[in-house]
């Protein structure tokens, strides 16, 4: 499970760079989620656009990730491609998370 890493005024931008969070990925995504983000910004936004397919175990992955950052500190999105944000919207998991429909979205919105 590859992710990269950068950091805004504020804000910690992580991007996974698979094309699948599923079973056979998950607890590597939630053991990187979790070292890249310790003690870090109050915001991480993940960016998915090249995540092209997620399952239950993958949204749980993220699920974790959002708890593991503590009630002090939030996870948005950015970048779903259709077939996850379908994932998303029919778990209605897309009003916990703030969704963006891209990063630089996101950075205009938390630069404002």
Do not use: W, Y
Request: aromatic content about 6%.
């Amino acid at each position: 499970m590859e992710l990269t890493s950068s950091k805004e005024p504020g804000l910690h931008i992580i991007t996974v760079q698979e094309q699948r969070i599923d079973a056979s990925v998950a607890l590597a995504f939630k053991d990187r989620m979790r070292n890249a983000t310790e003690g870090g910004e109050e915001t991480v936004l993940l960016d998915l656009n090249h995540v092209n397919f997620i399952d239950s175990s993958g949204l749980g992955a993220i699920v974790a990730a959002m708890k593991s950052l503590g009630p002090a500190r939030k996870l948005v999105l950015a970048g779903l491609t259709p077939t996850v944000d379908k994932v998303f919207r029919l778990t209605r998991m897309d009003s916990v998370f703030g969704v963006f429909p891209t990063v630089e979205a996101a950075l205009a919105d938390f630069g404002s």
